[in-house]
Nanobody, 121 residues
Framework: QVQLVESGGGAVQAGGSLRLSCDAS????????MGWFRQAPGKDRDFVAT????????YYADSVKGRFTISRDNAQNTMYLQMNMLKPEATAVYYC??????????????WGQGTQVTVSS
């Protein structure tokens, strides 16, 4: 099992940057592909980015491609999401997840509690 805790959310103006972190407990972190999802009020939880177990393969939602970067440090049991050129539509609760590589939330069996990101125009 793995427990996940997100941090780094906050309020930022459009065009700004934030770096989210996802700290994992347990010794099995490197056994899981990891992902970031987000959920805006009244909307479904949407895929943002995913990274393979070793970190060599990544994939992004079209809406964030070129502006967001997912990475991981298996020695530190931590995953990151660097978000640049943020837009107001990025406002949401961001969740990290552990499981199988992919874009579907059903691929992931472990979830953090979420961190709020608010982007003002």
């Amino acid at each position: 099992q793995v427990q996940l805790v997100e941090s780094g959310g906050g309020a930022v103006q459009a065009g700004g940057s934030l770096r989210l972190s996802c700290d994992a407990s347990g010794r099995m972190f490197s056994s899981y592909a990891m992902g970031w999802f987000r959920q805006a009020p009244g909307k479904d939880r949407d895929f943002v980015a995913t990274i393979s177990r070793t970190g060599d393969i990544t994939y992004y939602a079209d809406s964030v491609k070129g502006r967001f970067t997912i990475s991981r440090d298996n020695a530190q049991n931590t995953m990151y999401l660097q978000m640049n050129m943020l837009k107001p539509e990025a406002t949401a609760v961001y969740y990290c997840a552990a499981g199988r590589y992919g874009t579907e939330w059903s691929n992931y069996g472990y979830w953090g509690q979420g961190t709020q990101v608010t982007v003002s125009s």
